[in-house]
């Protein structure tokens, strides 16, 4: 048995792995390269070593940087089982037709304008290809083993999002462990990640590998952010990954009103996506901590604007109103038409409530650049840029290093770092090479392990 790391390797996004027996291949997790310019275009490049071929697909959640390549694979020939958790398919049939419609309406805005290098720009697929790539999902509960030829496979929950699962992967008398993102122990929203089994290699994400969770309240963070932009007297736009995070958001928005923490004020969810996560949210509310009926509470208070006309009608509200829409990292979505109705006006305040990664517009707001491009055109950037921490769905390096001593994993496992940028997957690997016995090793980009 073999692993060759294709993704997921010095960078957070674009995860893959793919394992393989004399008789059987298989992927784990199948994403798109997001962020620098040269890690996007590694999504144009031939598909390496036959992907489009392998028997399966192990996925270990809906999130596009671990699933938003198997659209690709489809349109290249594959035709095989995606096996995931029932509430990550239902995700995935919200965020794959997305992203092609994303992709397309890019693409048909850059030909218009004539903003591309190339005279027909073209997506990398199209919503009706997302669409069609959703027959291959096959639901697979937690702690239910699976074969798919001669290896075997179970999903473990791991908090991070719904469905979320780490993978364990059984060959030959030898286990293979993929961590998939790990959720927080103290999570608003999801459930803490479950310990993994007993394994010899482990593949270990490492998006904060050399931070720490702020001790910081994002209750009260939030809250004066939302009392400061009131004042203000100008719109909160904030950016939002459209599964998880906006549900959040909208939770903590709703309760915090209703608590009269902050004043009430018109809250627009403006992503069609992010209003049908909420309804999965809700489907699949004993898969995290809300209740149904706090679910549904979040649901009355927010306005949801599905359609573009609804969404074009909010640059008509005066005075102070909340506006989460994607995407998270400003990286596409609505939020960017947000962002030029509102960004040259100093009474606007934009809200980045989670990890940004390098090269995104996100990154470089945070970063405190004046101007920023979007669709060709250079803002002038005069809203106020606040961050709001502790609302990240990934364990920090403390508390993965916890998650692995509750793991009782043995003392001569391999560890291989993934999903982390170069510092954080450095280190996590001397924290990990100071408090734990493991042989730590930082996965190199199309690099193979033999076993």
Not at 229 to 248: C, E, H, K, T
Not at 272 to 293: D, Q, T, W
Request: glycine residues 8%; hydrophobic residues 40%; charged residues 20%.
């Amino acid at each position: 048995m073999h692993l060759t790391f294709l993704g997921g390797c010095e960078t957070v996004t674009g995860s893959k792995f793919l394992l393989e027996t004399k008789t059987t291949r298989v992927l784990i997790d199948c994403g798109l390269f997001q962020g620098y310019k040269w890690l996007r275009r590694r999504n144009w490049q031939p598909l390496p070593l036959g992907i489009q071929d392998v028997d399966a697909i192990v996925l270990t959640h809906a999130h596009l940087d671990h699933s938003g390549f198997i659209p690709v694979l489809y349109k290249h020939g594959f035709r095989g089982p995606v096996y995931t958790h029932p509430a990550t398919i239902g995700l995935c049939q919200l965020l794959w037709p997305d992203s092609g419609k994303l992709q397309e309406e890019d693409a048909k805005f850059y030909h218009r304008h004539q903003l591309s290098r190339h005279q027909n720009p073209e997506p990398l697929y199209s919503q009706a290809m997302a669409e069609s790539a959703l027959n291959l999902l096959k639901p697979v509960p937690f702690k239910k083993t699976f074969q798919i030829g001669d290896i075997q496979f179970t999903l473990h929950p791991v908090g991070h999002i719904l469905g979320a699962a780490s993978v364990v992967a059984e060959h030959g008398g030898v286990r293979i462990g993929f961590s998939g993102d790990v959720g927080r122990p103290n999570d608003i929203l999801m459930m803490p990640p479950e310990p993994m089994p007993p394994v010899d290699v482990l593949l270990l994400e490492s998006t904060y590998g050399d931070l720490r969770h702020t001790e910081d309240d994002p209750w009260e963070q939030l809250m004066d952010v939302v009392n400061e932009a009131a004042a203000d007297g100008g719109p909160l736009l904030i950016p939002s990954f459209s599964v998880g995070r906006a549900q959040l958001l909208q939770h903590m928005l709703v309760t915090l009103m209703a608590q009269r923490k902050i004043p009430r004020m018109p809250i627009f969810l403006d992503s069609p996506m992010a209003i049908k996560a909420s309804h999965v949210y809700c489907n699949y509310h004993e898969f995290h901590r809300l209740s149904a009926a706090q679910c549904i509470a979040a649901e009355e208070q927010v306005i949801y604007t599905p359609s573009v006309d609804e969404s074009k009608a909010i640059a008509s509200q005066y005075g102070p109103h909340i506006i989460i829409a994607g995407s998270g990292m400003a990286t596409g979505g609505r939020i960017l038409h947000h962002f030029k109705h509102w960004l040259a006006d100093y009474r606007t305040t934009v809200l980045f409530s989670g990890h940004q990664a390098g090269g995104t517009r996100g990154a470089k707001m945070v970063q405190g650049v004046e101007r920023i491009k979007v669709h060709g055109e250079w803002l002038p950037v005069k809203a106020k840029i606040r961050r709001l921490n502790g609302l990240s769905g990934h364990a920090d390096y403390a508390e993965l290093g916890e998650w692995l001593k509750r793991s009782k994993l043995p003392a001569d496992m391999r560890i291989y770092l993934v999903h982390g940028e170069p510092d954080a997957l450095e280190a996590m690997s001397d924290y990990l090479s100071q408090t734990s016995p493991y042989d730590v090793h930082i996965a190199d980009y199309m690099g193979v392990l033999h076993f």
